[in-house]
């Protein structure tokens, strides 16, 4: 096979926390060890912090970084987000007729929401073969979210877009198989929708006995049971059933709730865990990558949540993180849905639906005094993330798609 010339386009990059930008920025560094020419098109703002600005262009262990312009509204008005994705989509459209030639790969990421209509469009002069990346479904997600009307003319039209670009592109990806089965339901050809996991390095995030955290005495949690809660804490999760539960065990000082992360909900949540007075919840910013070892490995136990309504639109990654500390999960939302799933067949964790804040701090009250179960959770779900989701899994499954997409697929695409 020739040299592969591969574009990632993405909001966000390195060094954002963003899951789905550490995620690209993984697959980038393989690419680029296995000899493929990698080029980022993204913008230059940070989804933790919009007031920084990153350079223009940078290399990052052989990785071109080219950071187009873009305003700088924020995400806190509706009207100004919209003029910061319309900025991106035509700073990058302008930049990929510039740079991509006739066989080149080009990965369209879902940030900003139907980014893939935009690349479609930009790469069709010159016959690039197109991946769309998919973490989270537009416009499915914004109507599930109140953003627009489901059903409406809006969101037929953005659906009707987005499956074109689909159709064109040679390959779509998704990390969940009801995602899969969303898009097909929506009238995409399934034989070009790939399911590719999420994934964690299990190289980096290992099983560690808890008194070995240097974090237990640094963050004064001592040997008290850590509830513990990673990541983005979003529109899509739910935190009513943590909060339940929290307030039935204020009077436990041996258990404690620790949240690590940020997003759209975090204002509200400090608001509420002060109101109702809830002192055995605290609340710590993003952790660096390279802390996550230390940060995972800390609670004895994580939840995670996702309203049901989302099944299918979002696939929550901190599962796999989670997975790689050898530590149980609480899942609470759909118990059909798929982390549910996930969970039960490897029996690492348990399931709950939401609202049942009670039989949460049921459940937290018999793990905290039951060592042998939760380090059984924990082993089964590390045996299951080191066969299925550990990084070098899913980045060969990558690899063998575009290898496969070059050699097999004619890059040729219907006007």
Known sequence: MTQLNIFIVSRFFYPDYAASSQMLTDIAHDFVRHDWNV?????????????????????????????????????HRLPGRMIDYLSFYFSVFLALRRVVSKGAVVIADSDPPLLSVVVDRACRRPNAIVLHHVADLYPDLAGALG???PGGVLARFMTRWRNAAFRRGQATVVPGSEMKKRI???????????VIPYWADGQVIRPLEREANPLRSEWDVGDRFVVGYSGNMG????????????????????????????????????????????????????QTRESLWATLTLPDVHLISLRPALEGMVMPSKYYGIAAAGRPTIFIGDPEGEIAGLIRKADSGVVIPIGEGNTLASILVDLAR??????????????????????????????????????????????
């Open 147 to 149: 953003v627009l009307a």
């Open 39 to 75: 080029t980022v098109l993204a913008s230059r703002k940070l989804s933790t912090d919009p007031t920084r600005r990153l350079p223009r262009q940078e290399h990052l262990d052989g990785i071109t970084i080219r950071r187009v312009w873009t305003t700088r509204f924020g995400r």
């Open 184 to 194: 097909v339901q929506s009238g995409v050809d399934p034989a070009i929708i790939h």
């Open 235 to 286: 529109r899509a999760h739910e935190f009513e059933t943590l909060l339940g539960a929290a307030g039935a065990l204020r009077d436990r000082d041996d258990i404690v709730f620790l949240l690590v992360g940020g997003g759209a909900r975090l204002p509200a949540l400090v608001h509420q865990v002060a109101e109702r007075g809830l002192e055995n919840i605290r609340f710590k910013p993003y």
């Open 370 to 415: 039951d060592h042998e179960r939760r380090r059984g959770l924990g082993a089964n779900a590390r045996k299951d993330f080191e066969a299925r989701f550990d990084k070098p899994v899913s980045l060969a499954i990558w690899r063998d798609l575009l290898t496969r997409l070059v050699n097999d697929c004619t890059p040729q695409r219907p006007a």
